[in-house]
């Protein structure tokens, strides 16, 4: 399939997509948080398509974009406390989850009864939605199982050949996925995949605390939540172990490994001997960390003789949360504790 990368996303371009979209064919766009792969959400056909391109299950449901909050219940049924959630995070890097309706089609729900709704901020996908005057399903634009795309560049090397069109524009700001929330019949919520709209956010609007879906955690027997968070993700092909430690015990074991490459902070680069090393940012920088993430575990991927990447544990609060969930998934939950010494 002939791709065509846009990169203007302009008037007339963005006039192009929008149709591409109408019609069920499938493009990608930048998002706030990730790259986003679009296609109509009320068409099953364009729902398969996008399962293809992919290469992803097809039980692993899809979230539909949407240009305002208000168009939500045309969709699916929306409470209260979504309203609530709607006035503090819409637009933005919040996914809610509800019951659907029957204009949905099952293709695009994998089954479930629910539908993931969200409302990005970004200029170019809320001037998509807007034009193609449809909701648009779209999964992250990479191919199943490798981390998210943040750059159009990553975009290109994915899915060219695959999709009808590419917006092809800045790097995305966030660098990690939307929140995930699921909002309970008492009004509480639990977050299925956090993100950059915090616990601590979410909190503060409901009035309660805010649950953690035990998958976000630790890998874990139980079914989670969100389908796709029982998948291997975000991995380059070595393997990757988080060690947690302090300082001295961190260099001195990645300093005795000659073939292993090193995901660490900023504050480390200058003590550390591998091979290759990539800072994800200050080690207080959770932002920072996310922003950069997904392009250096992308970076460790296209090295060809790292027996292994270990990266630095990073701080599990507030938006570091989604850094370590994404690292840990990465790492298949892998982590060595390290003695002090
Ligand atoms: O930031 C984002 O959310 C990006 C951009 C493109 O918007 N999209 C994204 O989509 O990350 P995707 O498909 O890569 O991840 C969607 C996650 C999956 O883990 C899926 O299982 C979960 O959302 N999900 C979708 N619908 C659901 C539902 N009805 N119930 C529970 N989880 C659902
Ligand atoms: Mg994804």
Request: proline fraction near 6%; charge should be negative; glycine fraction near 6%.
């Amino acid at each position: 399939m002939k791709t065509e990368i846009l990169k203007k996303c302009d008037e007339a371009e963005l006039a192009f997509a929008a149709k591409l979209i109408q019609e069920g064919k499938l493009v990608a766009f930048p998002t706030e948080t990730v790259y986003g792969l679009g296609g109509n959400a009320l068409r099953s056909d364009a729902a398969k398509r996008i399962y293809e391109a992919k290469g992803r299950p097809s039980d692993n449901p899809l979230i539909i974009h949407l240009a305002c909050a208000e168009d939500a219940s045309k969709y699916c049924e929306p409470n209260e406390v979504f309203y609530r959630l709607a006035d503090a995070f819409m637009p933005g890097p919040l996914t809610v989850i509800l019951p659907k309706k029957e204009c949905i089609p099952d293709s695009v729900t994998g089954g479930l009864d629910t539908v993931a709704v969200r409302v990005p901020s970004h200029p170019i996908a809320h001037a998509l939605i807007a034009k193609a005057g449809v909701p648009i399903a779209a999964p992250s634009a990479n191919i199943s199982g490798k981390p998210s795309t943040t750059t159009a560049a990553h975009v290109i090397t994915d899915l060219d050949g695959k999709v009808d069109a590419i917006l092809a524009a800045d790097d995305c700001e966030i660098g990690l996925e939307s929140t995930i929330v699921k909002i309970h019949t008492d009004g509480t919520l639990t977050v299925l995949r956090p993100g950059a709209i915090t616990c601590e956010m979410l909190s503060d609007i409901v009035g309660s605390t805010v649950n953690i879906d035990p998958a976000v955690l630790a890998k874990s027997e139980a079914r989670p939540l969100a389908p796709g968070m029982k998948y291997r993700h975000y991995a380059p092909h070595m393997p990757v172990i988080i060690l947690d430690g302090a300082d001295d015990a961190f260099y001195d074991y990645v300093n005795q490994k000659d073939d292993c490459g090193v995901l660490c902070f900023e504050e480390d680069l200058a003590h550390i001997t591998a091979k290759k090393v990539l800072s994800l940012g200050k080690a207080s920088q959770a932002q920072e960390q996310a922003h950069r993430l997904f392009a250096c575990l992308r970076e460790m991927d296209a090295q060809n003789d790292l027996a292994c990447v270990y990266a630095r544990m990073p701080q599990k609060s507030e938006v570091g949360l989604a850094v370590w969930n994404r690292l840990a998934k990465a790492a298949g939950f892998e982590v060595i504790k390290l003695e002090d010494k």
